[in-house]
C-alpha cells in the first residue's frame, strides 16, 4: 500500500505557472504507474497526466498537452506537474494517483488507480 499527498497549489495569474507534487510514503514508489486528475466544480474528476514506473513514458490530455510536464524522481519518492501557461480553465483541485497494476497503456480512468490523496487546489485567475 501507498500513501500520497499533494502540495504546490495556489492562486496564480492566467499564463503564470505553478509546480505541484505528490509525495509518496509505504511500499515501494518506483512499483506504481502515477497520474494526476483534476477536478473542478460541477464537473467529473478527468485525467490530466500519467507517468509510467520508470518515467519514460507519460500521457497528457489534449487539453493540457503542450503546457504541462509530468515526471517522477523515484529515488525521492516524488512526481511532480510543472503546469505553464495557466488558463482560467485550468482552475480545479488536482490529485495525485497511484495504480499497482502494470498495463501496456498507462491508465488514465479514475477506475485504474486504487490509491489517491486529498487534493490541492489551483486556481487561475483571468
Known amino acids: 500500500q501507498v500513501q500520497v499527498v499533494e502540495s504546490g497549489g495556489g492562486l496564480v495569474q492566467a499564463g503564470g505557472s505553478l509546480r505541484l507534487s505528490c509525495a509518496a510514503s509505504?511500499?515501494?514508489?518506483?512499483?506504481?504507474?502515477m497520474g494526476w486528475f483534476r477536478q473542478a466544480p460541477g464537473k467529473e474528476r478527468e485525467s490530466v497526466s500519467a507517468v509510467s514506473r520508470s518515467g519514460s513514458r507519460t500521457y497528457y490530455a489534449d487539453s493540457v498537452k503542450g503546457r504541462f510536464r509530468t515526471s517522477r524522481d523515484n529515488g525521492k519518492n516524488t512526481m511532480y506537474l510543472q503546469m505553464d501557461s495557466l488558463k482560467p480553465e485550468d482552475t480545479a483541485v488536482y490529485y495525485c494517483a497511484a495504480d499497482r497494476d502494470f498495463t501496456i497503456l498507462l491508465p488514465t480512468t479514475t477506475d485504474e488507480y486504487e490509491y489517491w490523496g486529498q487534493g490541492t487546489q489551483v486556481t487561475v485567475s483571468s
Open positions: 509505504g511500499r515501494a514508489f518506483s512499483t506504481y504507474t
